[in-house]
């Protein structure tokens, strides 16, 4: 409360995976600030520590649980662990992913286990397991991300890439489904061109030709993709679910 007046998420308690760093740790920081109690995931345990860290030196609440997405036994127990600590769950952002590029040749056995199971396995383990909670209170917020290669394919990323992205893209819709009658709603955002560090395979000359041909002629920021996560796991947008909602400053349109 400040001034008198309610943070966007006073007291809400919300799930980040792959909170160490981009798009993950920063709507982390931003919805910290807003008042939501941050369950901050990630593989990389250096990386959410220090997000701990700035959370904490504002003032916020974070716990930090070291976690495979891709282990449905992970997953029980960095719910379960986050249940014995802030007792509820409200909000559930899947930002955890893995991009690797090439071609179809190249996209071994290996690759496709293990890009399905970060990328796609992961929202399903995640939603399978704070359903119930969600139900229970019938309330909830599910913001999963998807891409831009999910709806029209790609060719510099792994075929298998945009295949998960494209199960996001359904699964977000039956999900949707499934759960809207216990006041839960989920939706999916569609990015491109933001600059992460997983987009450090672009070098400065495709940046500057991709963002000729974006209509905002800009490429996208963290900042903006946070903006977004927050519109949607907020109350404000209440009456959306089953949607996956491009950011990518116009480049592509459906």
């Known amino acids: ?47 959410i520590d220090s997000l701990k860290k700035e959370i904490e030196a504002s003032g916020g609440q974070c716990i930090t649980i070291k976690c495979d997405v891709s282990s449905s036994r992970e997953i029980t127990e960095m ?3 986050t249940m014995d600590v802030f007792k509820t769950i409200d909000i559930v952002i899947n930002s ?8 179809i040749e190249e996209t071994s056995d290996e690759l496709i286990d293990k890009i399905i199971n970060i990328n796609l396995k992961s929202v399903l383990y995640i939603t399978r397991e704070v359903a119930p909670i969600m139900k229970e209170k019938r309330y909830g917020r599910i913001v999963n991300i998807a891409s831009i290669t999910g709806k029209r394919g790609d060719n510099t990323t792994l075929p298998v890439y945009g295949a998960s992205k494209g199960g996001i893209i ?4 039956s999900i949707a489904r499934e759960l ?3 006041g839960i709603t989920c939706n999916a955002i569609a990015p491109h061109a933001i600059m992460t560090k997983m987009m450090s395979y672009w070098d400065e000359e495709k940046k500057k ?28 947008a209440s009456f959306i679910t ?3 909602i491009n950011i990518n400053g116009g480049y592509y349109m459906d």
Do not use: C, W
């Open 79 to 81: 719910v379960q662990h």
């Open 1 to 47: 409360m400040v001034n008198g007046l309610k943070k966007l998420f006073e007291d809400k308690v919300v799930i980040i995976t792959g909170a160490a760093d981009g798009m993950g740790k920063k709507v982390a920081l931003d919805m910290a600030s807003e008042g939501a109690k941050i369950s901050s995931i990630d593989i990389n345990k250096e990386g």
């Open 180 to 182: 809207g009658p216990y």
């Open 170 to 173: 359904t699964l977000t819709r």
């Open 242 to 244: 089953g949607e996956t």
């Open 96 to 103: 955890a992913g893995l991009l690797l590029t090439g071609g």
């Open 209 to 236: 030709k991709t963002a000729e041909v974006i209509p905002v002629k800009r490429l996208g920021t963290v900042e903006d993709v946070s903006n977004l996560i927050m519109f949607l796991a907020s109350d404000k």
